[in-house]
């Protein structure tokens, strides 16, 4: 198997779609989502990696075999800056491309409605304290034909670890759903532990990190 990791000085302009496929493609604990959003294919890429494409494509690194997108590590230098960036010049973007769904309170929405509910409710909130050892934010999807390679996964993120503390950053956290054991499974896996958040916890959301 023929496999080189690089890093892209602007994927948006030429793995974005490449990229968004993956993600969809392991949205669904970690196997494909696309029956799940029929006819939304860039739903869950906007949600989970665009903001990273678009907001810090310099900090972006994909897992290629023979040019083909299999795994990415998407990261942010400075977290809080990719925020406040994501609030201004994101959030708004993604709002008027997914206008809230129009159905009545006792009605059920179906998943792909429920993500886009998501987003007119969503607030960035993340404690002090996980900024205090970890000022970067990483995301990472691979598919499930390489993910259960550890090498892979270990030269993807040593890459991508390397950037960030070539430009000043000495950690960086990963932000997980309580009920995704799969995420949790994998983030620990390459050395990533549980931060505690003492009082400051914050509801269906946990925050994993590591330093360097």
Known sequence: MKLCITIKLN??????????????????????????????????GDKLVGSFLTLNPEFCFVLEEDDRVCGYALAALDAKQFYN????????????????????????????????AGFHRYKVDVPEVVYKHHPSLIRIGILPSFSSDPSLVKKLLSCTLSALKANGSFGVYCEIHVGDKRLMDFYSKVGFLEISLGTNTIEDVLFFGRTF
């Open 85 to 116: 960036k994501f609030d201004i010049a994101y959030m708004p973007e993604l709002l008027a491309k997914y206008p809230l769904p129009a159905k009545d309170a006792q009605e059920m929405l179906l998943p792909a409605e429920e993500v886009i």
């Open 11 to 44: 994927p948006t302009f030429h793995n974005k779609s490449a990229i968004y496929d993956v993600c969809l493609k392991t949205c669904d604990d970690g196997l494909d989502g696309t029956d799940v959003f029929p006819g939304q294919p860039e739903l869950i």
